[in-house]
């Protein structure tokens, strides 16, 4: 049970993927970076811009997904894990036609390395998941919203039978007899 108050009129939830998207992006960047600087080092030029280019695809295809999630998960809850599994197959089929564009242009061929760019995807995807992962069980997301106003339950019938259990009975209940 949460007792955070639901703030009103953004319509955002306390504690919202904001961070942990930031926190997945900047591990990303890292894992870019560190490729890229060792892409040039090690494979000149090319292996930099594709290494480049691969931390750069995960960044925006992973951050474009957690976007979407996040509004859809806003406004209509019920449809987040077919929104997730729609959006995870979007990243393949994006990664994929990345790929077959890059080929079909003739960058891989000489101004972009292949395997350093491949290899950066690889690397930054599985980093971007191990954050996110990491950061969202640290991440204090409520499971649902409590109602902000009271609504009719069972209270009122209880108060109105006093001495009265479930169905009508009288006596202890389990519940309070314990």
């Known amino acids: 049970m949460t007792t955070a108050p639901r703030i009103s009129g953004s319509g955002k939830r306390p504690g919202s993927i904001g961070p942990v998207v930031r926190r997945a992006l900047s591990v990303t960047f890292l894992i870019g970076l560190v490729a890229a600087v060792a892409g040039g080092v090690l494979g000149g030029a090319p292996a930099l811009v594709g290494a480049l280019i691969g931390a ?11 976007l979407v999630l996040d509004v ?15 959006t995870y197959t979007l990243k ?21 390395d ?3 760019l491949g290899g950066t995807v690889i690397a930054a995807t599985i980093g971007w998941l191990a954050a996110q992962v990491l950061a969202s ?21 209880r108060e109105s039978r006093p001495g009265r259990g479930p169905g ?8 309070s007899a314990r």
Do not use: C, K, N, Q
């Not at 649902?144 to 209270?155: F, H, K, V």
């Not at 009508?168 to 519940?175: D, E, H, I």
């Open 168 to 175: 009508g009975v009288s006596g202890p209940t389990r519940a």
């Open 92 to 112: 393949v089929v994006l990664v994929g036609l990345t790929f077959v564009a890059l080929s079909r242009s003739g960058a891989l061929e000489g101004s972009v």
């Open 137 to 157: 069980t640290r991440a204090r997301i409520p499971v649902y919203d409590l109602p902000e106003t009271p609504g009719p339950s069972s209270a009122s019938s």
């Open 72 to 86: 859809v998960a806003g406004l209509a809850p019920a449809m987040s894990l077919l929104v997730a599994l729609m």
């Open 114 to 116: 292949g395997r350093w």
């Open 56 to 66: 750069a695809m995960v960044a925006l295809f992973f951050g474009l997904g957690a």
